[in-house]
């Protein structure tokens, strides 16, 4: 629960998932780890999404995730 409430805060500001990496990890990822990393990452914020605490946007080819309107973190 603690991860998914640093993202909603982090989400303030349009956040892709390679950008949400830092909000969810302090460590530095690289290979393998990376690719899981992401997709945790993409989980995350697609559960966050479908729960309608956030909304998805697109940032030219990249979809970005905000926090919807109206929600607060609590």
Not at 10 to 16: D, R
Not at 45 to 67: C, F, K, T
């Amino acid at each position: 629960q603690a991860q998914i409430d640093m993202l909603l805060d982090a989400c303030k500001v349009p956040l892709s998932a390679y950008e949400s990496l830092p909000v969810l990890y302090r460590r530095e990822l690289a290979g393998m780890h990376f690719l899981f990393a992401l997709g945790e990452a993409v989980a995350h914020l697609e559960y966050l999404a479908h729960r309608g605490d956030l909304e998805r946007q697109m940032r030219g080819e990249v979809i970005v995730y905000r926090r919807a309107s109206g929600r607060a973190v609590g």
